[in-house]
């Protein structure tokens, strides 16, 4: 086997409930690479911790394969696994202490006392908690019980580790610190990991791949510039950030035909009918009134300002135009053009043909 | 809402009615006369001085304990692992199990005592240890059944998942995590359960012989040839025995809450 092949690679993964309509995960396919983080974005009932569940062996595909390392893992029990999972509500053990959490799976992997303390102790290190190890799970805060339950899942030495929204407990002034640690953490471990979170924020922050997934598919499998940037699919243009959508007609050429019979030039090559378009605000360019749009900036389009919000670093504008509402931003620090802005006023805006993105309308 | 001195004046009196008995045994245990007389002629320890140098009774209190903490075990033994399976596993017929165990107690004693003395008279078993426990187990499973069911389906799913991960068989998982989580009703059901035994006589009646004797039916058997106050004096020990018992229960995990009727 050569080492490019994937760590994990799902095929076909199938997860159909009795009684519901649809399966909730519904052919999931996917390679990942060793050492990768995979970030599992989606709406609730997307079937991401579904998915992550099947990874663990917590729960049973109706189809498809789970393979690790090229092994198929699919019909293994979760105790064979290796899989180092952080449950969303941590799952603690409540009569353990730290250290007693920590050594459990060493403990079932009958490790000797002296050893499983020593290694115990040097994960609960690892996440900073070492001076905490003789505390029992509710003598924790939130932040502390959530790095327990990390010292355990990798205090194993896990194959993989999987870890279910396990920052959606926390508030959001830790959140933002323990999300870079985690990822700190797995890059000097090398760990590889799966991921499940509903934040788009931390999906793009922490993940080297994001799998967007709605109603059990995967819509999109890519890094986070190219999810951002590049959206596959419609549905993936609407959950991941903020785009204006224009309702209109794909004609030959990728012209783009929206209200008022404006043509605005784009990138597609989907053949001709109704469509929709997305743009998203920081790609729209505010032009000065005599400037000429810069190289690459093929649509204009005029627009009078509606509203204006100021969210201390970014200014955020809505505009009306002939094709409709579009979102543009300004930088509170090197924009000085918003100061003079009020609603009402005309203005111009410029956008590169391949920012904006066109599907077919639904 | 406050209750109204209505409410309060009724509920008192209730009270009162359902203590009362109880406060009259607890005065007549002291008296210093021969008789069950109310009120007593004067007050003395004299029948409980007796009544812990009777040997009958002694040797029958003395079955009685033993007999309920064999037959507590008992019940733990059997119910445990069948409140387990209810509680956690899904598997066909569940429902039906768990009103099976739960049937004894809708039979009345007095059918169960018959039925038991029918069985086990040509068993030869009739007042022996196996017999007694078999008898007793078969109303105090059911509790056991009902509270560890309750305690096992207090203790999160996730906390068994987790262990599953991190490399513990279904079985270590259930002993070592869910099982010192469910500790309380456990001890609730232990105590419950041998409280059920000790107190049982409907059916003792029926099993037991000159050979092997508990304590309930040695009392009703002494109130009926004898009316001194010593019956008294046991009736009260056994009251502050099963109240001390009922608040280890209530310290543990609350008494309502063990009988899964919160």
Redesign the interface.
């Known amino acids: 086997m050569s080492g490019a092949a994937p760590h994990l690679r799902l095929e076909g993964l199938t997860r159909h409930y009795g009684g519901a309509p649809a399966p909730a995960v519904d052919a999931v396919s996917l390679d990942l690479p060793r050492g990768a983080l995979l970030a599992l974005l989606g709406p609730s009932g997307c079937g991401k911790t579904t998915t992550l569940r099947m990874i ?3 729960e049973r595909p109706d189809g498809g394969r789970i393979l690790v390392g090229g092994q198929d893992v699919t019909a293994l ?9 952080v ?1 969303q ?1 941590y ?5 353990m202490t730290a250290a007693g959490n920590a050594a ?2 060493l403990e ?2 009958g490790l000797g006392r002296a050893e499983r303390a020593r290694r115990a102790q040097a994960a609960l290190e690892m996440v900073g908690l070492g001076a905490l190890a003789g505390r029992r799970p509710r003598q924790l805060s939130g932040g502390q019980q959530q790095r327990v339950a990390l010292a ?2 990798l205090a ?1 030495e896990p194959e993989l580790l ?1 870890l279910d929204e396990p920052l959606s407990a926390l508030d959001a002034k830790l959140r933002e610190g323990v999300r870079d640690e985690i990822r700190a953490l797995q890059q000097r471990l090398g760990t590889t990991t799966v991921f499940v979170t509903h934040d788009q924020t931390e999906a793009l922050a922490m993940a080297d791949l994001v799998a967007v997934m709605d109603a059990g598919r995967v819509e999109q499998l890519a890094p986070p510039e190219e999810i951002f940037e590049r959206p596959a699919t419609r549905f993936v243009a609407t959950f991941v950030g903020r785009a204006a959508r224009l309702a209109g007609r794909l004609e030959p050429g990728g012209v783009f035909r929206c209200g008022g019979g404006l043509a605005l030039r784009s990138a597609s090559g989907l053949a001709p009918g109704p469509a929709e378009a997305f743009l998203r605000p920081h790609r729209v360019r505010l032009l000065a009134p005599a400037e000429a749009p810069p190289p690459g900036f093929d649509n204009l389009l005029d627009a009078t300002l509606a509203r204006r919000t100021y969210t201390g670093e970014v200014i955020a504008l809505e505009t009306e135009t002939a094709a409709g509402p579009v979102m543009a931003e300004l930088h509170a620090g090197t924009d000085e053009a918003w100061r003079g802005l009020a609603p009402g006023a005309p203005l111009r805006l410029a956008f590169r043909a391949a920012d904006l993105a066109v599907f077919p309308a639904p | 809402m406050r209750p109204s001195w209505m409410l309060r004046l009724f509920a008192a009196f209730g009270l009162l009615v359902l203590l009362a008995p109880g406060a009259l045994v607890l005065v007549v245990s002291f008296s210093a006369g021969d008789f069950l007389t109310f009120p007593p002629p004067g007050f003395s320890l004299r029948w409980y001085e007796a009544l812990f140098t009777h040997a009958g009774l002694m040797s029958a209190l003395a079955t009685s304990a033993l007999l309920a903490a064999a037959v507590s075990a008992l019940a733990l033994l059997v119910g445990a692992p069948a409140a387990y399976a209810i509680a956690r596993l899904d598997f066909p017929g569940r429902g039906v199990l768990a009103t099976l165990l739960m049937a004894p107690l809708l039979l009345p004693t007095l059918v169960l005592g018959l039925g038991l003395l029918l069985v086990l008279q040509p068993l030869g078993l009739v007042a022996t240890w196996p017999g007694l426990m078999l008898g007793h187990s078969l109303v105090a499973i059911p509790f056991a059944v009902r509270i560890m069911t309750t305690a096992f389906a207090a203790v ?1 799913k ?2 068994e ?10 079985l ?2 259930a002993l ?2 869910t099982l ?2 469910a ?1 309380p009703g456990a001890i609730a059901a232990g105590v419950l359960t041998f409280l059920v035994s000790f107190d049982e006589t409907v059916i003792s009646l029926f099993l037991v012989g000159p050979r092997l004797t508990t304590l309930p039916v040695e009392m009703f058997r002494y109130a009926e040839r004898t009316t001194d106050p010593l019956i008294a004096a046991l009736a009260m020990s056994l009251i502050v025995f099963a109240l001390l018992m009922v608040a280890v229960v209530e310290r543990l995990m609350g008494f309502t809450r063990a009988m899964g009727r919160d």
């Open positions: 663990a062996g917590l029990p979760p105790h064979r696994r290796q899989m180092g999972v449950f509500s799952a603690l053990f409540p009569h459990f799976g079932m992997r355990r899942a194993i999987l | 999160p996730e906390l998942a987790a262990a599953w991960t991190l490399g513990a068989t279904p270590r998982a070592r995590v010192p989580n500790a």
